[in-house]
C-alpha cells in the first residue's frame, strides 16, 4: 500500500518532470518568437516564473502569506545597482551580494514578523514592502530616488538573456525539488497543514518558516538583480505592490502548492496582461476577478485540473 509520504513523493517527481517539460517548451520558444519586442515579453514572464516560485515556497507549501516578493526583488536589484555604481563591483559579485542581502533582510524581518499568523503577517509584510519602496524612492542623494540607477549589464544579446533567465528558473526548480522532496519539505508542509499537530511533534515551526521565509526572498532578490541587469535600469517601480498582486494571481490560477502550476500560471498571467494592455488597459480588474473565481471554485488552479486529468483521478 502507498503511504501518504510515498504519494506525495510521486506527485511532486511527477510535478517536475511536468515543470521541466514546460521549462523545455519555454525554451524553444525563440524559434517562434523572433521580434526583439516579443521576446523582451516572453523574458519577463520567466523573470515573474521565479516569483511566482519564490512566492509559492512560501504560500504555497508553508501556508505563510507575505506581500513582499517584490519589495525583495527590488531590493535585489538595488543591492546589485548601488555595488556596481558606487564600488564597481563586478556583476559576478554583485549578483550573488542581491541574494545574500535578501535573504538577511528576509532573515531580520522573518525574526520580527513569522511568530504572527492570520492576517497580521499579511499587514506586517505589506508594511514592510511600502516602506522599502519609499524609502528607496526618497533617497534621492544614494539612490537616485524615482530616477532610478543604471546597471551593467551581462550580455548585449536579448536572446542570450532569455537563455540566463531560464537556466535560472530550471536552477532555481531544481533548489525548490530538492528542498521539497527531503526533510524541510515534510516539514514545511506539516506547518502548513497543521501547525499545532507539527508543534506537538518537535518540529520547529519558527525555524521552518524561517528557512522558507530566507529562501524565497534570496530567490527574489537574484530574480530582482538579474533583472535589473536586463533592463539596465533598477527604480522603486520593481517594487509596486501591483507587481506583487501580479504574482499572487499567477500562482492561484496557475496552482497553488505546484511548481509547474506556478510557472505556467506566470506565462499565461504576463502574456495575457500585455495582450490586455493593448486592449484597454483593464488587466488589473480582469485577473482580480480570476483570482476570486479560482480561489473559490477551482482552488487547485489550472494545474490541479490538468494533473487530475493526466493521473486519471478527481483534480
Known sequence: MTGPGNLWKQRLRFDMRAALVLCAAIGLLPLVVTGPYALGIVLVSVYFAILA???NLLAGYTGQFSLAPAAFAMIGGYTTALLDFYLQVPLALGIPAAVV????FGLVLGKLVLNLSGPYLSLTTLAFA???RVAIGNSHEFTRGDQGMHVATLTDSRLGYYYIFLATLVA???LLYALLRGRLGRF????????VGAESRGIDIVGTK???FCVSCGICGLAGALYGTFSQLVSPELGLLQQTGLVLSMVVIGGMSSLTGAIAGAMLVYLGSEWLRGVGNIQVIVFALLVILFARYVPGGLWGLVAGRLRGGKP
Open 188 to 195: 514545511m508542509m506539516a506547518v502548513r497543514d497543521d501547525p
Open 210 to 212: 524561517r528557512i522558507a
Open 130 to 132: 511600502e516602506i522599502a
Open 172 to 174: 532555481v526548480l531544481l
Open 101 to 104: 542581502v535578501a535573504a538577511l
Open 53 to 55: 516560485l519564490a512566492w
